[in-house]
Structures are given as structure tokens and as C-alpha cells.
């Protein structure tokens, strides 16, 4: 069984917020100077925010968040966000990969940027509902 996928468009000005809310000011989320000075290809979301949005989608299709009893991810890939209005899109789909002995539901969980993994060994575990 799979998940609907779904569509979070991230732009600067949402990197800007979530640097206020986690305190985060590091200059390769803000700074495309600064950020190209250390290899990466522009400025890029952070990658908790990624990781948030992912968990959004897994609340989402769980239906509440205390559904979610595990979550997990690993970041592989960066994702860039350029300076325009439209900014970029993290897609996030997932795949249900059994059960526990407790009979949660175990998802396998994909984030895309531009056609591109960025997370590996995304995963969560939910109540069923």
C-alpha cells in the first residue's frame, strides 16, 4: 500500500522563519555567497526543516500526531532553494513495509528535490487508526 504523495514548496522566506524559531543562523541557509564558497550548490534548506515537513506528511496520513510512535531519516542530499517567489518542492511519499508485533504500521518514507533523494532510511512507525 502507498500514500498519497505530498507537495511542500519551500522558498527563502521560509528558511528565514525557521532560522528564528531553531536559532539556526548558519550563512549556507541564507547566504548564497557563503554557501557556494563552501561547495554547495546555492543556498539550501536546513535539514531539520526536511525533516520536518517529512513529518508532516507522516501526521497527515496518520491523522494525529501522537499516532506517530517512530520516525527516523537520514540526510543524503541537500536541498537547494533559489531566490525566487516559487522557491523549490520537497515531494514526500511512503510505502507501508508491514507491521510491528504490536501491530503499528511500519513506513518507508521518500523525500525528492527536483527529481532527487535527499533523505535515506527514512522511516516511520504509526498507530493504526
Known amino acids: 500500500m502507498t500514500f498519497e504523495p505530498q507537495t511542500f514548496r519551500v522558498t527563502r ?3 528565514v522563519r525557521y532560522a528564528g524559531a531553531s536559532g539556526d ?3 549556507i541557509h541564507w547566504s548564497e555567497r557563503f554557501a557556494n564558497s563552501v561547495g554547495l550548490p546555492g543556498v539550501i534548506a536546513h535539514g531539520m526543516f526536511t525533516m520536518a515537513l517529512v513529518g508532516r506528511a507522516v501526521t497527515g496520513w496518520a491523522g494525529a500526531p501522537d499516532a506517530v510512535v517512530e520516525f527516523s531519516v537520514r ?3 541537500p ?3 533559489p531566490d525566487t517567489d516559487e522557491g523549490t518542492e520537497v515531494v514526500v511519499s ?7 508485533e504490536e501491530g503499528h504500521t511500519k513506513l518507508a518514507l521518500t523525500a525528492t528535490c527536483q527529481g532527487e533523494k535527499v533523505l535515506s532510511m527514512a522511516q516511520a512507525v504509526v498507530r493504526k487508526r
Not at 94 to 100: C, L, N, P, S
Request: without cysteine.
Open 13 to 15: 522566506a521560509d528558511l
Open 25 to 27: 543562523f548558519n550563512p
Open 75 to 77: 540526510f543524503s542530499r
Open 79 to 81: 536541498v537547494p532553494v
Open 94 to 100: 511512503a510505502v507501508v513495509k508491514g507491521e510491528t
